[in-house]
Every structure is written in C-alpha cells, then in structure tokens.
C-alpha cells in the first residue's frame, strides 16, 4: 500500500498510540496531535523506538481552546501540505461540570467541537487526497444520548451536571456529526465507530476518586487498546468501505444502525449549524 499520511487526534495514549502503531508499522506517515507538549514528545521516541519508523511527528492542539485548533490546522497545512485520513480520536471524561476556554461543557467541547472545527479547517486537504477519509471514534453510549443546546453552556448548574449523560450526549454528536460529512462532502469517506470498552485511562483522568477506582478495578476485564485500534484501522484503510460513508461500526467491524437520534437527519443538519456558529463566535 502507498504510503499515506494521517492526522490522530490523542494519539499520545490509549487507543490513538496503539493505531499509530499499526499505522507506523505498515509504513505510513503518521501525525499524533494532543495538548501535552512533553507527553507528544515521548510518545513520539517511542514509537520511533518500537517500530523503526521515523515518519511519525506530534502538533500541539488542544481541543477545548479552539484558538490553538486553528492554530494546529494551520500548521499542518503548511508543514505536511496533504492529509489523506483524519482520525478524531481524542476524548475525555468527566463527572464534575468543568468549561472549555468558550464557555462550552468541557466533554462536548472536546469530544465534538474542537473536532468539528479541526476536521472543517482540514476538509481541502482531505478533498483533494485521492481517497480521503475521516474516522470518528464514537460509542454505543451515543444510545443513551439526548442534546439539549441550551446545557452545553451549562446552564443546569453544577449540582444537576450527569457526566455519563453528557458524556453520552458527546457521543451522539460524533455519530450525527458523521452523517451530515457524509451529507455535505460525498467525495469523503466519513465513517464512526464504537471501539469496545478498552482499556485506557479515559475516566482516570478528571473524575472524582471513587468513580478512578471503580474504573481501574475493572480494567481486568477490558480489551486492549490495540484491540480498540482494531476498527479505527480497518475503517481508515480497508478497500471493503472504499464508498461507504456516513455509516456507525462496532468493535467487530460491523455496519450497525445507530440510535433513532443519530439517524435525524434535522437534527444532524441543527447540530452543524450550531457547532457553526459557537465555532465562528470563538474567532
């Protein structure tokens, strides 16, 4: 296979190391961006180290500071001039209500809007690559998820804040925002995935004591991050979904219907226009 270069959002840790992996294993050019200058720095020795290839590189960008995504986007574009898959990997959970540098609860922000934002500054770029695709990790917990515009700001107050809800409703956004890509730009294969529950530090980080200790106690019966790194992978670069675009895989690599919201195509179309909006205010 031609070498392609590709852009992990998170892919200092969990599942977005364990595909960069892969990726750099099979020979691709491969961009890990996070907010940790010195953590980037570290995944990057050490995955020179592992896999002996040294075409993978960090770009700082924090999703919850939409100033630095612009920032990010415009870097890539004039150090690497070409993308042919964007992995929007990066994700946080949290059960305390905290904001992004907007104003916007902070799960939403980074799980969707910063993604929204980088993903549209980088859509020339995937136009022109000669099959481009965009790979957006989402979960069955979108299943469980509502969107109520009015509480991304967070006016229900701290002591109303669900994190699982809103982490929830984060995740409906992913599935949604990956139908109107498809809707709007064709010629893009835009596809998202539950990756299973893995075995990553995602609710060790920003949670309260009690909910980091019921997470690490069951990590012993989760799957591996490699074994998450499965399906981003395959919908990243198997020829079987070359035309398939806007469609929800499971861990399995498996096609399945998502949540009745997520298939609301005005509802898709509102959260685009939404998402629009909070991005361009943030200018």
């Known amino acids: 296979m031609q070498q392609q270069t590709i852009l992990i959002t998170g892919g200092n840790d969990g599942i977005g190391r364990a595909t960069a992996q892969v990726l750099l294993e099979r020979g691709h050019r ?3 961006a996070g907010r940790s ?3 980037l720095a570290s995944a990057v020795a050490t995955l020179k180290y592992r896999t002996g290839n040294e075409e993978i590189h960090w770009l700082y960008c924090d999703l919850a500071n939409l100033e630095t995504v612009r ?3 415009d870097t890539f574009i004039s150090r690497y001039g070409k993308l042919d898959v964007l992995i929007n990997n990066a994700g946080v959970f ?3 209500l905290q904001f992004s540098e907007e104003g916007i609860e902070l799960q939403f922000a980074v799980n969707h809007l910063g993604h929204f934002l980088l993903t549209n500054l980088l859509i020339p770029l995937l136009k022109a690559a000669p099959a481009g695709r965009i790979v957006n990790l989402a979960s069955v917990a979108h299943f469980h998820g509502k969107l109520d515009f009015e509480t991304l700001t967070g006016d229900g107050g701290p002591e109303n804040y669900n994190g699982l809800e809103a982490y929830a409703r984060s995740k409906l956004a992913n599935v949604l925002f990956t139908r109107e890509l498809a809707r709007r730009y064709p010629e893009i294969e835009s596809n998202c995935l539950h ?5 990553t530090r995602i609710a060790n980080k920003g949670t309260r ?3 980091s200790l019921l997470w690490s106690l069951y990590k012993p019966f989760m799957r591996s991050t490699r074994c998450g790194a499965r399906t981003p992978l395959y919908l990243a670069l198997s020829p079987e979904v070359r035309g398939v675009t806007g469609r929800y895989f499971d861990e399995r690599q498996c096609c399945r219907k998502p949540s009745e919201l997520a298939r609301d195509p005005e509802l898709a179309h509102e959260l685009w226009e939404w998402s629009d909006v909070m991005t361009q205010e943030a200018v």
């Open 37 to 39: 200058t010195v953590k």
């Open 209 to 211: 004591w009690f909910f």
């Open 30 to 32: 491969v961009i890990i």
């Open 195 to 199: 990756p299973g529950v893995i075995r």
């Open 94 to 96: 949290t059960n305390e």
């Open 71 to 73: 920032a990010a986007a």
